[in-house]
């Protein structure tokens, strides 16, 4: 088992435990006793406010959204990470991270800037006297849209690493026998000047 890992680079060693800790994520947030219970803690909340009922009816309808979007995005992070193992481990079939890359864009970036308007919106209309909360929440939420666009980084660069070698290895097949034998005698002239 140790041998299997010192075999493995770290650059494929590092986006291998960052999928399967996203697997166990989504996994671990496929509860719907928990969903129902936030949604349930949404109500409670946006009432406590004691703002009147169309507006808590608007937040509670957006935020509950959020949650509901969110857990749907759950199973199909959970399913295209779940496939992303295939091209982490072979070096082929780059597309097969585009899903990964996509559900992580939207769940990770797009969904907490959306977050983080809420949180504003929150602030302005139900919650005015929280100011302090908020700031710790744009600080959370930074840090949180900070380390997904790293983690998409670190995805998107092996996509391109995987599509550049699938490229690279089209543009050798094409090439016929004696073309392959003419680059190597040019590549030794001009080594040799």
Same mark, same amino acid.
């Given at each position: ?47 406590? %406010? ?116 699938? %490229? ?26």
């Amino acid at each position: 088992m140790e041998g299997m890992f010192n075999e493995l680079p770290h650059t494929k060693l590092k986006l291998l435990f960052i999928n399967i800790f996203a697997i166990l994520h989504s996994a671990t947030y496929l509860n719907v006793y928990r969903l129902y219970a936030d949604l349930r803690n949404v109500k409670v909340g946006v009432d406590g %406010s004691g703002e009147e009922i169309w507006i808590r009816e608007i937040f509670t309808f957006l935020i509950s959204g959020l949650i509901v979007v969110r857990f749907s995005l759950c199973f199909v992070g959970l399913a295209s990470n779940i496939v992303a193992i295939y091209p982490i481990l072979t070096n082929s079939q780059a597309e097969m991270l585009m899903p990964t890359i996509i559900v992580q864009a939207i769940d990770n970036v797009i969904l907490n800037l959306y977050e983080i308007i809420l949180g504003y919106g929150s602030l302005c209309y139900l919650y005015p006297e929280s100011t302090a909360v908020f700031i710790f929440f744009i600080v959370k939420m930074g840090i949180k849209i900070a380390c997904s666009i790293s983690v998409l980084n670190i995805y998107s660069d092996h996509h391109t690493h995987l599509a550049t070698l699938v %490229s690279f290895k089209e543009d050798l097949n094409s090439l016929g026998p004696d073309s392959v034998d003419e680059i190597e005698l040019a590549n030794q002239n001009f080594d040799a000047t």
